[in-house]
């Protein structure tokens, strides 16, 4: 029917296509993504829309539909979501047990494993939030609308965050940000994804490594780096390393506490905020882990909150 309508006479295609995420998509021409909304003869199925270079001046729009495939990650998040709200009472009040009898002073001989017991719970629970978090990142479950984010002191509570981490173990931590440059997102999640890259960092690194933190602008878009010059990572993880669970250096990730989710929890922050995740790294140099936000997220202060945003720890 479309094809003998567009015989007859040229017709925009955004006039028999009208929902929003499409027009939008075709308009602001953001080609590399692609966009999802459902059909219109059918509100049921959910296509997927990309746009491919054809010619010199022309365009070819790949429609797919992607409504089983959508289902199907539906349920799983459901799941994941479902059993992880019901591991999480019981581990809070296991934990709660634990603290009581660690803090009581009345158990010396057990104080070793009460201790060793608290830390496996303690990182359970994190596991547990975040599958919780993911899963509302997939679904985007009552998302509600972005706001301005004051970047800059979000990340120097970040820092002050991995300072304490950090510990005894000597990190230095320094942090380089435009005081007066914010985004258009979601705070809980930029703090998550930014805490991740960060924690990540210092977990991952031998005891008085540098990790530097940058949050800057220029005139393509808006970006955030986590430098370090730690071990670095090997070429053939770099493409996995983002998927959940995934991990280059099993024992390792085990004894600093990660869970194996945190960058898959970054790359799905970023697609949120119709940004990408970059990583480079050299074994032996270090590694760098950028966050590039698209330019029209970008939110500038007449006056930075932050007298001081550049610090060094």
Not at 76 to 82: C, E, I, L, P, Y
Request: proline letters at 6%.
């Amino acid at each position: 029917m479309v094809c003998a309508l567009l015989r007859t006479r040229p017709l925009s295609i955004t006039t028999l296509v009208r929902h929003p995420s499409f027009v939008g998509f075709l308009t602001q021409r953001r080609y590399k993504y692609s966009a999802e909304f459902p059909s219109p003869v059918n509100d049921a199925q959910l296509l997927s829309v990309r746009v491919a270079p054809y010619s010199k001046k022309r365009r070819l729009l790949l429609v797919t539909d992607v409504s089983r495939v959508r289902r199907l990650e539906q349920v799983r998040s459901d799941f994941v979501a479902n059993v992880s709200h019901e591991l999480r009472t019981p581990l809070t009040v296991i934990n709660g047990y634990l603290e009581t009898l660690h803090d009581s002073g009345e158990v010396e001989r057990w104080e070793l494993p009460l201790r060793r017991m608290q830390q496996q719970t303690g990182r359970m629970l994190h596991i547990i939030e975040s599958l919780l978090m993911l899963s509302r990142l997939e679904t985007q479950r009552d998302a509600p609308p972005p706001q301005p984010v004051d970047v800059p002191a979000l990340l120097k509570e970040v820092i002050e965050d991995a300072i304490a981490l950090s510990g005894e173990h000597g990190h230095q931590l320094k942090l380089e940000a435009d005081p007066l440059l914010g985004v258009h997102g979601w705070e809980r999640e930029l703090h998550s994804a930014f805490s991740n890259l960060v924690f990540n960092a210092v977990r991952h690194t031998p005891d008085g490594s540098t990790v530097t933190v940058r949050w800057y602008a220029d005139r393509h878009s808006v970006h955030l780096e986590v430098e370090d010059n730690g071990e670095g990572i090997p070429p053939q993880h770099l493409s996995r390393i983002t998927e959940r669970f995934y991990r280059v250096d099993r024992g390792r990730q085990r004894q600093t506490g990660g869970s194996g989710l945190g960058l898959a929890i970054v790359k799905h922050v970023m697609h949120h905020h119709n940004g990408q995740l970059h990583v480079t790294s050299l074994v032996g140099v270090g590694s760098l882990f950028a966050c590039d936000f698209p330019p029209e997220r970008t939110v500038r202060k007449e006056t930075p909150l932050l007298e001081n945003v550049c610090t060094e720890q």
